[in-house]
Each structure stands twice: as C-alpha cells, then as structure tokens.
C-alpha cells in the first residue's frame, strides 16, 4: 500500500525586522561610520582597530592576512 505524502520545509523566517525612524519626520535612522576628526564618512576599507593608550594616542591592532 503506497500513501501519498507532502514534505513542507520548516526554515521559513517568521520574524518581523524593524528599522528605527526619526519621530518628527519618519526619516530612516541608519549607522554610518563618521570621523570625529575630519567630520566625514568613511568608507568600509579605510576602517581599522586599535588600543586607545590615552585620548591622544592609539596603538593599532595587528591586521590579519
């Protein structure tokens, strides 16, 4: 005897994703990556980390090859 079947995936993402808005104007709020020194936007390749010694001074990280 042969019973026929459906096999249905359970990865289905049922979540809801929220952005955050400014209340005043309902402009969207986005992260962007801004220097306090020269008070521009840096793109994603010119970022790096390092140790801030004192306010001054920071020791860069080791990058990784």
């Not at 952005?19 to 969207?28: E, I, L, S, T, V």
């Not at 962007?32 to 990280?61: A, D, F, H, M, W």
């Amino acid at each position: 005897m042969t019973v026929p079947m459906n096999v249905l995936s359970a990865t289905k993402d049922y979540s809801i994703h929220l952005h955050q808005y400014h209340m005043a104007d309902q402009g969207r709020i986005r992260y962007r990556k801004v220097c306090e020194l020269g008070n521009r936007e840096v793109p994603q390749e010119e970022l790096g980390k390092g140790y801030e010694l004192t306010r001054t001074q920071v020791i860069p990280s080791p990058t990784r090859t």
